[in-house]
């Protein structure tokens, strides 16, 4: 019987923020889904929210001196935004207080410079390709592949040609027809159905036999995927995915066709034009989006702005493990969220300690929604508090279990 009036009363203070919030959301809050549907399309912010304030101001330096403000100067929306799109995660705590106010360019080529940049990538790449779970490539080659990458002794091109050739890749598509189909249409964007004829010789190569497979000779299994990477078809297929899981758009077929071009003769060309697509009008278009947060990056998202750092392998495989075994991971991602809270590892304030409420609430919403905290939803939150069976966590829940968190 007490533990059903406990369970009662955390459901009560659960409930009781929840619908404070929402009543006091600003309209950005409003628009993010009162569904909770972490999965739906994308849906716009108003520009005050989305990183396209006016940039063009000065500021003050600590000397006393005015320094222009940049052109792309990160606030918390366009760092946040940024390092989901780029790293798979939100940004880190000595990032938030290194790069606000700084220059969205310095952070790109110090971004993409780094380990983590490729890590990630590799890991973007095996989910295209369903190398996940028993799928995963253990091979000293592909795990090697983000080290070589940012030492620049391998480019992408090479990588894919790493992966696909992988004992993991073969044991996922296993078979003559699946193995060269699978190649055909994910690197080259190939669609079998309408070449048949390449098909049939491609397996005939898988085979051992000699044949000319997309105008080129060959005769193995590694032949067929080193002629498809190596084609122009490869390239453009690649550049397209690449620019759409970045940009969260598709490319125009002029640029598409310029860029896949260059990546063709120059695979290492790839880190700049990353580069250049993070500061494209394209991509302050995308600023003003909304777009559903991906089982994998929530479960990122959850440890760095809870822990201030990404979770282990240990700790993150079993939590997206089990969302993406969910048609809705909504409900599982409250609990996940719930879970951590209460695990001990997170640095909550006491309630009693917190000096300031007011300024306590409005530091959680850069860190959580990458914005400021409206009027209304300060008062809310300052108001939940107020009442005295509500407690730092349940606010911190509240804020996690909002649909605007699981968006970005």
């Known amino acids: 019987m007490q533990e059903r009036i406990t369970r009662s009363k955390s459901l009560l203070r659960f409930a009781f923020v929840m619908v404070a919030l929402v009543l006091g959301s600003a309209p950005s809050v409003a628009q993010s889904g009162a569904d909770n549907d972490a999965h739906s399309a994308a849906k716009p912010l108003p520009l005050s929210q989305s990183g396209e304030d006016d940039q063009s101001g000065a500021v003050d330096d600590q000397d006393g001196r005015t320094v222009a403000r940049p052109v792309h100067a990160l606030d918390h929306h366009m760092l946040r935004t940024v390092c989901l799109d780029l790293l798979g995660r939100p940004p880190l705590p000595a990032e938030r207080e290194k790069w606000i106010d700084k220059d969205l360019r310095d952070f790109m080529k110090e971004s993409t410079a780094s380990l983590e940049f490729w890590e990630h990538w590799l890991e973007e790449q095996l989910y295209y390709f369903l190398l996940i779970n028993n799928f995963r490539p253990e091979s000293e080659g592909v795990q090697a592949v983000p080290v070589k990458m940012a030492e620049g002794r391998l480019n992408p091109r090479q990588a894919v040609h790493r992966i696909v050739l992988s004992p993991s890749f073969e044991m996922r598509n296993p078979g003559a027809d699946t193995f060269v189909t699978v190649v055909m249409e994910q690197l080259a964007g190939m669609r079998v159905q309408k070449k048949t004829r390449e098909l049939e010789i491609g397996k005939a190569l898988y085979d051992g036999n000699p044949g000319v497979f997309l105008e080129h000779r060959g005769d193995s299994q590694a032949d067929v995927v080193k002629i498809c990477v190596e084609s122009r078809e490869f390239a453009r297929e690649f550049i397209a995915r690449e620019y759409e899981r970045m940009v969260h758009k598709e490319g125009l077929a002029k640029s598409l066709s310029s860029w ?26 995308r600023l003003t989006e909304q ?22 392998k240990v700790e993150a495989e079993p939590m997206r493990e089990a969302l993406d075994g969910l048609g809705d991971s909504a409900p599982l991602r409250s609990i996940l969220a719930r879970l951590l809270l209460d695990s001990g590892r997170v640095p909550i304030p006491k309630k009693s300690a917190i000096s300031d409420p007011r300024k306590w609430a409005a530091s959680l919403f850069p860190r959580f929604f990458g914005r400021e905290a409206s009027e209304k939803e300060l008062n809310a939150v300052c108001g939940a508090l107020d009442e005295p069976f509500c407690r730092p966590s349940t606010i911190l829940y509240a804020l996690l279990s909002h649909p605007e968190y699981h968006r970005f």
């Open 260 to 285: 896949s071009r260059t990546f063709h003769r120059e695979p290492v060309s790839y880190r700049d034009r990353v580069r250049e697509w993070f500061v494209s009008e394209e991509y302050m278009t």
């Open 291 to 312: 777009h559903p947060l991906s089982n994998r990056a929530f479960v990122n998202a959850l440890h760095v702005d809870l822990l201030g750092r990404m979770p282990t």
